[in-house]
């Protein structure tokens, strides 16, 4: 029986920035896109829904970890560029660091 394509099978990528004001980055982020996204979240973890894909947050004390998945490469580094921006400018008192890597599971560590 053939099942329908899930996001499982999706392109995937994560990033881990190294910042003291993660949950406050994460809550704002959240908190910017719920004004037209479906959002969800507390301080230390949130998930938001884009029409290209899905975004999940976890912020530590000295750590936000953020997931993307999409159904494609395309729509994945689109999504990465979106909140890249986003983050970057929330942040603009300090020099975040971003490296996306492609990864097999979407959920934070």
């Known amino acids: 029986m053939n099942e329908p ?4 099978s999706a392109a995937q990528s994560m990033a881990e920035v190294a910042t003291a004001q993660a949950s406050r980055y994460l809550q704002q982020l959240c908190k910017h896109f719920a004004h037209r996204l479906t959002v969800t979240f507390t301080p230390q973890a949130g998930e938001i829904t884009f029409p ?12 936000l970890t953020l997931s993307l998945e999409a159904a494609d ?3 994945l580094l689109q ?6 921006r986003h ?3 929330f942040a603009f008192r300090e020099e975040l660091k971003l490296a996306w890597q492609r990864t097999s599971a979407a959920a934070p560590r």
């Open 87 to 89: 983050l970057v400018r």
């Open 5 to 8: 394509t899930t996001m499982e």
């Open 52 to 63: 290209s894909g899905t975004c999940r947050l976890k912020a530590t004390d000295d750590r």
């Open 79 to 84: 999504l990465q560029d979106v909140v890249e």
């Open 73 to 75: 490469d395309a729509q």
